[in-house]
C-alpha cells in the first residue's frame, strides 16, 4: 500500500480498518542468493538498496531478536555529515543527502528534521580547530557556518555562556544536519525490503558461519541451517562474536555506550548542540523529552548496561552548559553495545573468505549513516567493488597506514 | 564497579584507567613478517564476550598496572594481580 494524503482520507471513511501488516514473517527458505546477518538499520538499509538499486529478491536479512531491536531503536537520532577526514566527509554527505529524499523515496514518514547541529567551541584555539574543520567540509562541497558567540546566542540564549571553566565562545553549526525518528527508519527499510520480495526473518539467531575450502556456504541459524551464495556481517556490537565464527579477527572491540531521554518539557532547544570541552550531544525529541548522550563507558563490554560514573560524567556535562535544565527529570535510561574500530571510523570492505562481507566498526556514529551504509554496502555485495564514496573504508587500512582517525587518539578504541 | 587493586585492595573503578587486553606479545621487529605481526599486535583483538583478562592502570592510587580477570557480559570481577610479571615473562 502506497501511503499519501489520499490513504489516509480514504482509512479514515473506512473506520481505519484496511490497514496492512507491513511486513511479513516469512520462513526461512533453503538458499539465498545473499543473506545479511543482523536486522538493524544498516543490515535492513542493505537489502532495501540491494532490492531497489541492484534487482535482488531472493535474498534475507536474520535478526536474532525482533526487528530494531538494537541500536538502530535507541540511539540519539542525530543526522549529519560534519566529519574532517577526506575519506569520511564524502561518504557522509552522501548519506545526508540519502537523508533529505528518504522519506519520498521510501515511501515512510521518518520525521527527518532538518534542524541544524551546533558544535560549541570553547577557546580560541578550539575555534581554529572548528574553522579547519568547517574549511575541510567546504572544500568537499559542504557548508558550514562558524558562529560567534552573538550568532550562537541567537539560536540558543538559554546557555551558560559565561561558565567559569568553560565559556562559549561560538559554534560551528551545520544547518543541513538535525535529527530523525530511529525506529520509523528501521520500519521504512523494512517494509521497503519486504514491499520488494526480502524475508526479514526475524528471531533468527546466526550461530555460525559456515566456510568451505576457502568460500562462504552458508549460515548456521537458530532456525536451521541456510545456504548462501554471499553473506554480510552487518552485526554492530557483536560483529567480531560471528565473525570469529568464520575464523575472522578484526580490529574491533566492543564497548557500552548510554543514552538517556528526560520527561518532557515545552520546547527549548531548537536544534542539536554539542560541548566542546567534552563529549556531549542534547537535542529535544518532538514529544517534548530531552535525548542525550556523552562518551562510552571505557571499558570492553557486552553487557548492555552501565555504570554510574558514566551517568555522572554525562550530567555534569550537561550542567556545563545547560544548567537551567538541572531539575528535569531523567526518564530512563539505556546500554548499547558499540562495534569500535581501531581509528574511530568504519569498515565496509570484502574479507579474506570468498563471498564473506563486512559492515562494521560504526563506533557510536552509526544512525546517520544508515542509508549511506546500506547503500554501499548493497553496491558492494552486488558489484564486489567499493562505492566510489566508500572506497577508504577498507578492512585493510591498518596494514597499509591508511587509517581515518578523525579523533587522533591512535589505535585506542574507548578515546574515539 | 570496583576493582581489587593487590596493593590498594577494592576501589572505584573511576580511579583507574583502561588500557586493553592483556597478554600482548610485542613481536620481533627483526621477524620476516614483522610488519604484519605489528599490524595484529596493535590493531587486531579478541574481543571476547565472557571471562577476560585486560590491563587497567590504578592511575588515582598506586599507579600500578595491574591485570584484572573481568566477565565482559555481567562486569563480574573475579581477580587481579601485578602486571609487572606477566610483562617481565613476555618480554623474554
Sequence with gaps: MHYSVFSIISQAFKGQKDWKPVWRYPDPKAEYEILIIGGGGHGLSTAYYLAKNHGYTNIAVIEKNYLGSGSVGRNTTIVRSNYQEPGNIPFYEHSLKLWEGLEQDFNYNAMMSQRGVLNLYHSDSQRDDYARRGNAMMMHGVRADLLNREQVRDVVPFLDFDNARFPIHGGLMQWRGGTARHDAVAWGFARGADSRGVDILQNTEAKQIRVENGKVTGVETSRGFIKAKKVGIVAAGNTTRIAETAGLRLPIESYVLQAFVSEAIKPLIPCVVTFGAGHFYISQSDKGGLVFGASLDYYTSYAARGNLPGVEDTIEEAMAIMPSISRVKLLRHWGGIMDMSMDGSPIIDKTGIDGLYINCGWCYGGFKATPASGYCFAHLLATGESHPVATALKLNRFETGYVIDEAGTGAQPNLH | ?92
Excluded at chain 2, 18 to 31: H, V, Y
Excluded at chain 2, 49 to 64: F, I, K, P, Y
Design chain 2, 1 to 92: 564497579m570496583r576493582i581489587p587493586c593487590p596493593f590498594c585492595g577494592p576501589r572505584d573503578s573511576q580511579e583507574f584507567s583502561f588500557l586493553g587486553q592483556a597478554g600482548l606479545k610485542r613481536p620481533d621487529p627483526n621477524a620476516p613478517d614483522a610488519q604484519m605481526q605489528f599490524h595484529d599486535y596493535v590493531h587486531i583483538r579478541d574481543n571476547k564476550a565472557g571471562v577476560t583478562q585486560e590491563l587497567w592502570l590504578h592511575a588515582n592510587g598506586c599507579r600500578s598496572w595491574i591485570v584484572v580477570t573481568r566477565n565482559t557480559l555481567t562486569h563480574e570481577i573475579t581477580g587481579s594481580e601485578f602486571a609487572s610479571p606477566q610483562v617481565k615473562e613476555a618480554a623474554q
